[in-house]
């Protein structure tokens, strides 16, 4: 909307609590920077770019539009902060399954449409019951934020990962075929072998077992997540700690 009166080249938006980061356009030889809040409240920053300096009347126009928008952009991340509640899983932050039955669905779609590849890893934590049992379910709660946080690090910013259930989690590889899936997968089994628990007064060394399937012609989202079960169970059956491959 600001392009209509002024000349700017781009925008980024970043909003570091929600971890919301948007950006239009590019280039410029100037920069202009706001910090926005309401009432003390931190509703993120604003970077312009722009070939030539804006002049002090321009600058006071963009400051009076800037101030409109405060209101529409509270409301808007208040708005994306409940949705993301809904779909995001309280203890360990990934995504609960109704984001993952939604994101499937739609990542099939994209799939076929582009005739792209598709993989899911479905991944266990081996032994956890023990965990809970021999140092309670507190200890747990830890052991399941601290792994599925080393497995956001290892992921791609097109990768996603839910929480199934328990101590299981998926994960969502967009346009990645077999083999690939298969060193991803390796690389989160040996990442989550390294996790420490610093909130623990006791020392673990845990693992992770996984089952990888790759989306066939025509495939079903239940289809692709059987096998995906069905490697992972696989992957148990074998001596835990290890990546099976759905046929």
């Not at 800037?66 to 995504?95: H, I, K, V």
């Not at 083999?179 to 040996?190: P, T």
């Amino acid at each position: 909307g600001l392009q209509r009166l002024l000349s700017i080249n781009a925008l980024t938006y970043v909003h570091r609590d929600s971890d919301l980061r948007l950006q239009m356009g590019s280039g410029g030889n100037h920069r202009v920077h706001y910090s926005l809040s309401n009432d003390g409240e931190h509703l993120g920053n604003l970077l312009f770019q722009v070939d030539e300096a804006l002049t002090a009347q321009e600058l006071a126009t963009m400051e009076s539009l800037l101030a409109c928008l405060l209101f529409p952009m509270r409301n808007a991340l208040l708005y994306r902060a409940a949705t993301q509640s809904a779909l995001r899983d309280p203890l360990t932050g990934t995504g609960n399954r109704i984001a993952m039955d939604q994101t499937l669905l739609r990542e099939i779609e994209v799939a076929r449409r582009h005739t792209q590849p598709l993989s899911l890893l479905m991944l266990d934590i081996d032994h956890f019951k023990k965990v809970n049992d021999t140092y309670g379910h507190s200890s747990g709660d830890e052991v399941l934020r601290c792994i599925a946080k080393a497995i956001k690090g290892q992921l791609r910013n097109i990768d996603r990962i839910f929480r199934y259930g328990g101590e299981e989690f998926l994960v969502l590889l967009s346009n990645t075929d077999r083999e690939a899936a298969g060193l991803i997968g390796e690389r989160l089994r040996k990442s989550a072998r390294e996790v420490a628990y610093p909130m623990l007064d006791h020392s673990l060394e845990l693992t992770i077992s996984l089952g990888c399937s790759t989306l066939l012609p025509a495939e079903s989202a239940d289809s692709l997540l059987r096998r995906a079960d069905s490697a992972l169970y696989v992957a148990k059956r074998e001596g835990r700690n290890r990546l099976a491959m759905a046929s």
